[in-house]
Antibody, heavy 120, light 109 residues
């Protein structure tokens, strides 16, 4: 079955960097676009980034543009999100999600998330 | 940028009742709208995409309708396990930017 497992979260000081990982299994990872979506504590969902199936196309939310880099390793079925210059407002649970199809519209499978807490 | 608004913010109903959740877009999104369910402490789950198509494994009591700017998620007969926050979502044309509504919380009386 489809499984997405995020890791790499934790407590980090403002201004520092962090790399999140998402290990995928149960499907042909290299055939799907993948997303990062985050959720601040007690708040709604905010899309962060998308990467195409082969890594050639990437797009970011305005709130993270210039500070986030999404990447993938199709040989190891892993998705990454590098976040630099962390701010307190980046505190959130970060979910990786698989795109539903080839047109990049919806998120059909989600991981359980990894919590990032930015605090001094 | 398209803004999605959801109403009501909270819906409290008895088991077996019909739940009607609304999502309104600031401009036409045609039928490119999805609904997600997020239970407490869990990841979101895709329920409906393209406004009215049920995702794999979603019970038939969940249905979606609408097009243009007004959309509805209906739970025909509320079950206790349907307690959750429900979000609508859309993707802008280009560049692809994905937007969620603020959510509707469904409680059981």
């Amino acid at each position: 079955q489809v499984q997405l497992v995020e890791s790499g979260g934790g407590v980090v000081q403002p201004g520092r960097s962090l790399r999140l990982s998402c290990a995928a299994s149960g499907f042909t990872f290299s055939s799907y676009a993948m997303h990062w979506v985050r959720q601040a504590p007690g708040k709604g969902l905010e899309w962060v980034a998308v990467i195409s199936y082969d890594g050639s196309d990437k797009y970011y939310a305005d709130s993270v543009k210039g500070r986030c880099t999404v990447s993938r390793d199709n040989s190891n079925n892993t998705l990454y999100l590098q976040v630099t210059s962390l701010k307190t407002e980046d505190t959130a649970t970060y979910f990786c999600a698989r795109d539903l199809g080839s047109s990049w519209y919806y998120f059909d499978r989600w991981g359980q998330g990894t919590l990032v807490a930015v605090s001094s | 940028e398209i803004v999605l608004t959801q109403s009501p913010a909270t819906l409290s109903l008895s088991p077996g009742e019909r739940a009607t959740l609304s999502c309104r877009a600031s401009q036409s999104v045609y039928s490119y709208l999805a609904w997600y369910q997020q239970k407490p402490g869990q990841a979101p789950r895709l329920l409906i995409y393209d406004a009215s198509d049920r995702a794999t494994g979603v019970p038939a009591r969940f249905s979606g309708s609408g097009s243009g700017t007004d959309f509805t998620l209906t739970i025909s007969s509320l079950e206790p396990e349907d307690v959750a926050v429900y979000y609508c979502q859309h993707r802008s044309n280009w560049p692809p930017l994905f937007t969620f509504g603020p959510g509707t919380k469904v409680d059981i009386k």
